[in-house]
DNA sequence: ATGGCCATCGCGGATGGA
């Protein structure tokens, strides 16, 4: 079974190329089961769910104009069950959240797909609000974990982990994604229980998964890896694999997040 | 380097992203 995560900032410009990578993963014998989609920026009505239908994907979908929006695709027969949008008791203008029970060997998997506030920058309002959806965030999923022990919380969560997901560690140490808060609450969602996938494995040095798009960020692989797919405990022992997908970040109009891949196992 | 790039809204240039 295979998950993925991809922050596509615009379903509007990107819904070809995501139509084309799906295509691709099915062509070479390993089909997308579930796809978490971040920065639709688009509203519901406006959603192709007639396209990825024809893809073979269902979907649930939590748009809004312009900014945010977040989507969760499986593909068929598989339905997204039990939907939730949002973290339930904190009230969010943004919708930055979308989590689904899907069919699994071993058992149904609970999928959160999320879209992490940026911040923009340590002491603004907005990096006060970061912090505050991540409380709200780690709340949630506590309760969530004891309902539903196999779940994975996937998206772009615009934090690092440490200096091996930043191209020059010294120059942004102290920056947005990097700083200490942030991190710390990336730790307190893993005490919860949950595993970054992508460290369970040996990786190429400088793996990331976003790259800005001035300066030739993505040729000269000036990145950082912010999009994260994170495993409950029940889970670690399935998981089988865990990649960045950098093709489509080559292509002509690309957004500047790579898909990350999660590959699991039978059990 | 005051920024470079990209998407949105909307038709100029501000805002947000990361």
Known sequence: MK?????????????????EWLAAQAA?????????????????????LEAFSQAGYAAAVFGQKTYNGVALLTRAPRVPQDVVRNIPGFADEMARVIAATVEAPGGPLRVVGAY??????????????????LDA?????????????RLVLMGDFNITFDERDVWDPVALAGTIHCTDEERAQLGALTALGLV?????????????????YRQLGFQKNRGLRIDHVLVSE???AQVAACTIDRAPRKNK???????????????
């Open 3 to 19: 998950l993925a995560t991809w922050n596509i900032n615009s379903l509007t410009v990107r819904l070809p190329q995501v139509l």
């Open 28 to 48: 070479a014998g390993a089909p997308v089961d579930v796809l978490a989609l971040q920065e639709l920026k688009l509203t519901d009505d406006k959603f192709p």
């Open 116 to 133: 992490f506030p940026n911040g923009q920058e340590p002491g603004s309002d907005k990096f006060a609000y970061k912090m505050r959806w």
């Open 137 to 149: 965030l780690r709340g949630w999923l506590r309760e969530e974990l004891q309902r539903h022990p």
């Open 196 to 212: 970054d996938a992508f460290r369970l494995f040996e990786q190429p040095p400088k793996t990331f998964s976003w790259w800005d």
């Open 234 to 236: 029940p889970l670690r």
């Open 253 to 267: 109009q690309p957004s500047d997040h790579a898909p990350v891949v999660l590959t699991l196992g039978a059990d």
